[in-house]
Nanobody, 114 residues
Framework: VQLQASGGGLVQAGGSLRLSCAAS????????MAWYRQAPGKQRDFVAS???????NYKDSVKGRFTISRDNAKNTVYLQINSLKPEDTAVYYC?????????WGQGTQVTVSS
């Protein structure tokens, strides 16, 4: 299974983006999924997860601003990001959760200007 993240860009603080993670070569429907991010000079960190049944969990700093969802028919996981802050600047990736079982792919860059 290959993952392709998209939807990133350069936005001003307070703006919004919708990230997508599409899978090819296999199905995501039987896996918990999550979004992760890696800021410059830092390790990749967990951002949000969604279980097979739709239960969601978020990193404290993004609660109330980020929303993870999934569309199994489209084999895609989404991350709606609102009220963006400069500290949200990072490359965003998706992978299975809780174990990251798939190749990471290139991710999608989110840059927030102040």
């Amino acid at each position: 299974v290959q993952l392709q993240a998209s939807g990133g860009g350069l936005v001003q603080a307070g703006g919004s983006l919708r990230l997508s993670c599409a899978a090819s070569g296999g199905t995501l429907s039987r896996n918990g999924m999550a979004w992760y991010r890696q800021a410059p000079g830092k390790q990749r960190d967990f951002v949000a997860s969604i279980s097979v049944g739709g239960t969601t969990n978020y990193k404290d700093s993004v609660k109330g601003r980020f929303t993870i969802s999934r569309d199994n028919a489209k084999n895609t996981v989404y991350l709606q990001i609102n009220s963006l802050k400069p500290e949200d600047t990072a490359v965003y990736y998706c992978n299975t959760f809780p174990t990251q079982a798939l190749s990471w792919g290139q991710g999608t860059q989110v840059t927030v200007s102040s």
